[in-house]
């Protein structure tokens, strides 16, 4: 029988805030409290609260140019004195700021195990905030940290690989899951899509995350365009928010913002919607696109991450846009061209989104999750002789 473990998460986004990585590890810790681990939060400190017993709340700041996302400082003193109280069997890091290198150098200091999630391409990111020059150091920065630790998981086999060939050890894939009981099509509803003002062949696209230039926004704009020219009544809804917001929320014709959404709220609106579009290129794995499959839409993505991973083009759920290896005008040529076909083609999207909803039933959290509490375990076991040789590179 596995013994109960102690678990520190170190984290420098959590609920309430909104985005993929704060919602999946809210998760992992409910998983893991349930299964009656003893789990831990390291993370900033958020507007006038108070910590949960055994949490450790440290000062942040505000991300620059993402309101309402921080990042938290250095605490290295702080998690030496706590965990030397009271010592964890393990430590999950799941951002890599100075918050998380803090606590990866404290629990190497005192030969705790350590683990890590490689969530985002920061150095990629860099370029849309005007510090394309510091890419290569982010990305050698990035390297450095998950090499220290005794395994970083990655969401799909493209990424692992790819990595790799970058010179990162000690990768282990674990996917990400879908709560398919919440997201499910019988949420959708008529008296939402007639408050949107379409009539029932009408196509509604959809776009959920956050309204962020890396994100590839204008792609979707384009897209959209294209098809109002050809169907004026069709929509385009923007679920999310975002430094973005202010500039793209300028009342176009057939466009609608709603904001963060929520539980069902959510769900209603992937439910409600026909089409999803995905342009970003930039990302690790991308959960809404999990969403929308469990919901039933038919999906636009480019072939990377979790597309690449769990999608076949044309068949179950999507039509797959190659990336054209850079070449950027021919990418997106390719993607409006998959978006208007889906435009004028009801029964194919009904089609592809019944085949996205059977794909999404494979891919529930528990199943994800008890693999993932597995190598927690599989770690915290290792001996202490062992864990100098990830300290040591």
Not at 64 to 86: D, I, M, N, Q, T
Not at 110 to 116: I, K, M
Not at 254 to 273: D, R
Not at 378 to 392: D, E, H, S
Request: glycine content about 6%; some cysteine.
């Amino acid at each position: 029988m596995k013994k109960n473990l102690d678990i520190v998460i170190v984290t420098d986004t959590y609920p309430p805030e909104v985005n993929g990585v704060a919602l999946s590890i809210v998760r992992v810790v409910r998983h893991l409290r349930s299964a009656r681990h003893r789990v831990r939060l390291v993370r900033p400190r958020q507007q006038d609260e108070a910590a949960n017993e055994g949490d450790l709340l440290v000062r942040g700041l505000p991300l620059p140019r993402y309101p309402g996302l921080r990042f938290g400082l250095p605490a290295w003193r702080r998690l030496l004195r706590a965990w030397r109280e009271e010592r964890p069997d393990v430590v999950h890091i799941v951002t890599e700021g100075p918050l998380g290198w803090s606590a990866l150098l404290a629990a190497r200091q005192l030969g705790v195990p350590v683990t890590s999630d490689y969530r985002t391409h920061f150095d990629a990111y860099s370029s849309h905030y005007g510090l394309g020059m510091l890419s290569a150091a982010v990305r050698a920065v990035l390297r450095a940290f998950h090499n220290r630790t005794d395994l970083t998981f990655v969401p799909t086999a493209a990424l692992e690989m790819q990595m790799k060939r970058q010179g990162y050890r000690r990768l282990v894939r674990v996917e990400r899951g879908v709560d398919t009981r919440l997201f499910n099509p019988q949420r959708r509803s008529l008296e939402l899509r007639t408050s949107w003002g379409v009539k029932p062949h009408d196509p509604v696209f959809l776009y959920v995350g956050r309204l962020a230039p890396e994100k590839n926004l204008e792609l979707v704009r384009a897209a959209f365009d294209t098809i109002r020219s050809e169907q004026p009544d069709a929509r385009l809804l923007w679920v999310g928010d975002g430094p973005a917001r202010r500039r793209m929320d300028d009342g176009r014709p057939g466009e609608i913002f709603t904001g963060v959404l929520h539980g069902s709220e959510l769900a209603a609106h992937y439910a409600s919607a026909d089409i999803f579009l995905f342009p970003s290129v930039s990302e690790t794995f991308g959960n809404v696109l999990l969403e929308a499959m469990a919901s039933g839409l038919a999906i636009v993505a480019f072939d990377l991450a979790a597309a690449r991973e769990h999608m076949t083009d044309g068949v179950d759920a999507s039509l797959l846009v190659p990336a054209c290896d850079g070449d950027e005008l021919r990418a997106a040529a390719s993607f409006i061209h998959a978006a208007r076909r889906l435009a004028r083609q009801p029964d194919r999207r009904r089609h592809l989104g019944r085949a996205a909803r059977e794909t999404a039933e494979g891919l529930t959290w528990p199943v994800v999750l008890n693999r993932f509490e597995a190598h927690l375990h599989a770690c915290a076991a290792q001996p202490k002789a062992a864990l100098g040789v990830a300290a040591a590179h």
